[in-house]
């Protein structure tokens, strides 16, 4: 019966029934939220994801051929999807090689198959074993397609405590790069794999500590430990 109805809405839809449209828009905004969320953290915001979501629905709405057996939600999914990657790629900042985003999107797709057969969120050294790459490749690639931040802005703490990306990246002038590298080299694998999580992979203490295995209060405390170290050595 629910079949029948979607099918009845979309003929009086494509046949211009603004109320009919409105009803099927409303129906099936759970799915567009659903999949805007897949999305969300690539510079753009969750709303504007959704709104761009729907323009995704409506033209399935106007393009279904109710001559197929075929589910609506089926037919639906991939025009959303679609239509959100085009509006990131065209609001992208900053072109990104077609490798790079490649490898980003298969790690976060992979990501999220881990997640539901190993029923908790999967480590990067995991994903990058099952990508058959290195974790830094992965972290590369994320970063590649991650959102740009201003130096002048802060970046939160679960500790609540609020940073400047300036102070804890300085990218002033090449002797700061030279400096910021030496003093990453300097860093333990693990220390330098946590800043490479929080700061580049846009991890959360949370996040990194399920990666560590540790608690999220002794990531905060590392993070907080490497910080203070980091700026002894400027």
């Not at 830094?136 to 130096?151: F, G, T």
Request: with cysteine; glycine share 4%.
């Amino acid at each position: 019966m629910e079949l029948e109805q979607t099918r009845r809405l979309i003929a009086q839809s494509q046949q211009g029934d603004v109320a009919a449209r409105s009803q099927l828009v409303e129906q099936n905004l759970p799915l567009v939220h659903n999949i805007a969320r897949r999305f969300a953290g690539r510079g753009v915001e969750l709303e504007d994801l959704v709104q761009v979501g729907c323009v995704g629905l409506l033209k399935a709405i106007q393009d279904f051929d109710l001559s197929y057996e075929v589910k609506f939600s089926t037919f639906a999914v991939p025009k959303i999807m679609g239509e959100i990657k085009q509006h990131l790629r065209s609001s992208a900042p900053l072109k990104v090689a077609r490798s790079l985003r490649q490898l980003a999107a298969r790690a976060l797709h992979t990501k999220d198959a881990l997640a539901q057969s190993l029923g908790r969120s999967p480590t990067l050294a995991e994903i990058a074993a099952e990508l058959n790459t290195s974790p830094e490749e992965v972290v590369c690639a994320l970063e590649a397609v991650s959102p740009l931040y201003s130096l002048q802005g802060t970046l939160g703490s679960d500790d609540g405590e609020e940073r400047a990306l300036e102070d804890v990246l300085p990218v002033n002038d090449s002797q700061e790069h030279f400096l910021l590298r030496q003093a990453l080299q300097a860093l333990e694998p693990q220390e330098r794999r946590l800043i490479l999580l929080r700061y580049f992979a846009e991890k959360t203490q949370s996040q990194v500590a399920e990666e560590f295995g540790i608690s999220q209060a002794q990531i905060s405390r590392m993070e907080a430990r490497i910080i203070r170290q980091l700026r002894h050595h400027f």
